[in-house]
Nanobody, 115 residues
Framework: QVQLVESGGGLVQPGGSLRLSCAASGSIFNFYAMGWYRQAPGKQREYIATIISGGSTNYIDSVKGRFTISRDNAKNTVYLQMNSLNPEDTAVYYC?????????WGKGTLVTVSS
């Protein structure tokens, strides 16, 4: 059974940084891609970034230049480094993984950007 566990959320001031982690129960090599989504208060879940097994990355425009997705295969973990955070980045952040058309989700970690 695939299990994804996010961690690293919390309260951060505007302009600050935070790094989220997503630990997988198995080797992330088995996934075609892993990524991050978020759901802000009163909004639908939104795609943020993805990294494929070959190393290519993709980001939505609103986080380009501020967020960086990366992976550590030895630790079976994907990260999201978030810099220059804005109050608009406040959301529950979710990790996901894709394997042969199947999608798996973590339970989310809350990020609050506030003074």
């Amino acid at each position: 059974q695939v299990q994804l566990v996010e961690s690293g959320g919390g309260l951060v001031q505007p302009g600050g940084s935070l790094r989220l982690s997503c630990a997988a129960s198995g080797s992330i090599f088995n996934f075609y891609a892993m990524g991050w989504y978020r759901q802000a208060p009163g909004k639908q879940r939104e795609y943020i970034a993805t990294i494929i097994s070959g190393g290519s990355t993709n980001y939505i425009d609103s986080v380009k230049g501020r967020f960086t997705i990366s992976r550590d295969n030895a630790k079976n973990t994907v990260y999201l480094q978030m810099n220059s955070l804005n109050p608009e980045d406040t959301a529950v952040y979710y990790c996901n993984a894709v394997d042969r058309g199947n999608m798996y989700w973590g339970k989310g970690t809350l990020v609050t950007v506030s003074s």
